[in-house]
Each structure stands twice: as C-alpha cells, then as structure tokens.
C-alpha cells in the first residue's frame, strides 16, 4: 500500500474519521460481539466454559435484568423473577451468575472494560490534543447511546451497588475525567489551549453533559436533537472555553 492510499485509508477510518459509521466498524459493541464481550469479561465467574454455549443464555439475562430493572428497580429483582423472565431454571442461573452483586459487578465490569478499550486505543494513534477531544467526545457518546441500557442501569442502580461496587463506579467516572485533563493539559502546554481555570472543573462540567445523552434521551428527542449535533454542541463550548486556536 503505498503511502498516499494509506493516508486516504486513514483518514475514513476511526479515530481520524469521528462519523458513528466509522466508530461501530472499528468497535463491535452490538449482537453477537457484545455477547463474546460480555463473556471474556465474566467468563471467570461462571460455571459454563464454553462461550458459544454461554452467549444465548448470557443475551437472556443481562436483556431481562435491564427490563426487569426498569419496571420494578434492580433493588426490588430477585433472581427468581429473572428466572421467570429468562425460563431459565434457577440451578442453569447460578452456573452464570452467584448472585445479584454478581449480575450488577458483571455489568459495571463490561461497560468499564469496553471504556476503557475505546479510550486507550486513542492514545496508539498520531492525534493532536484538539482531535484527540473530539475523538474523546465522539466516543463516549456513541458507546453510550449503543450501550445505553449498560450505562443506564450504572448510572440508577449505583446507590443499591454494595460498597466496593459503588467505589468502583466512582473511581470510573474519575478517570474519565482525568483523561479530559491530561488532554486540557497538553493543549495548553503545545498552545492550542488556553484556560485560566480549574481543569478539574471543567472536565467534570464535560462529563456531566456527556451523561445527559444516557440519562435525559426523552428531552433530546422532543427537541429533535441528534447525536452528531449534541457531540458538535459539546465540543464547540469546550472549545471555546479553552479558547481554541487552529
């Protein structure tokens, strides 16, 4: 491949090209993917082996504990509701799950792990601080719109987390944002930024309305707001907070 068919290539490929086409070719997060994915994170924790055995039964019962999550509350679920809800017996659950700590652990583990994934696979790129934001940006909106229900149930069910879940789930949320300084930081050292303020501050700012896109979807809806615009939004107001220079 010579060199300029390679810089083309490059330049329609995720993280160079930010279109939501671009991110799902190059992180399979939907269907049967997901589902490998949930395995290789919980597979140590379960009794069942064989991955193509597991992937159905493992659909069956993170879709129903969302569902049943959403009509009832995770607190008030008991596993024998989603063994009416999966028709999977209660001795075929526990080879998947131990318990209800067990279920919500595996379901941070696959969104901090997918997070985590995503966002480190930024930095093998050749990215200067102000693509590596956009990037950034673009990123945590489309896992959280594909994953939606993963992030949901992270976001309402933290306060029934046991402890260490809960401490797991914050220290999450920090890294995030200290991703968003690290990146503040070298633009303003390479001088693309400039900000007088708390970063700490303003990446939190960042973060909590990155978490709308999850938390409030009814309201972007009822104004006819799609994710490329509120990704656009985002980085438009962080960018003229950092003052942006091109």
């Not at 809800?85 to 799950?97: N, P, V």
């Amino acid at each position: 491949m010579n060199n300029a068919v390679k810089l083309e290539t490059e330049q329609l490929s995720w993280p160079h090209n930010t279109g939501m086409d671009a991110f799902k070719r190059a992180w399979l997060l939907e269907g049967e993917p997901l589902w490998e994915r949930v395995f290789a994170v919980h597979h140590e924790r379960m009794q069942i082996k064989n991955g193509k055995t597991a992937l159905k039964n493992l659909q069956k019962i993170f879709t129903c504990t969302f569902r049943l999550a959403n009509s009832q509350g995770f607190h008030s679920m008991s596993l024998r509701d989603l063994s009416r809800e999966t028709e999977i017996s209660m001795g075929g659950l526990y080879a998947y799950i131990g318990s209800k700590s067990d279920l919500a652990a595996a379901i941070a583990a696959v969104v901090r792990q997918t997070i985590d994934d995503v966002l480190s696979d930024l930095t093998l790129h050749n990215l200067d601080p102000y693509e590596r934001l956009k990037a950034l940006i673009y990123a945590d909106l489309y896992m959280n719109d594909i994953l939606h229900q993963w992030y949901y149930f992270c976001f309402l069910e933290a306060k029934g987390l046991d402890k260490a879940q809960r401490e797991e789930a914050i220290q999450m949320e920090f890294r995030f944002d200290l991703r968003l300084q690290d990146i503040f930081s070298e633009g303003i050292q390479t001088g693309v930024f400039r900000y007088d303020g708390e970063l700490p501050l303003l990446a939190a700012g960042t973060t909590a309305m990155l978490q709308q896109w999850y938390l409030k979807r009814w309201k972007f809806q009822q104004l006819g707001t799609n994710i490329q615009q509120y990704a656009e939004y985002i980085l438009s107001n962080l960018l003229n907070s950092l003052n942006y220079k091109k």
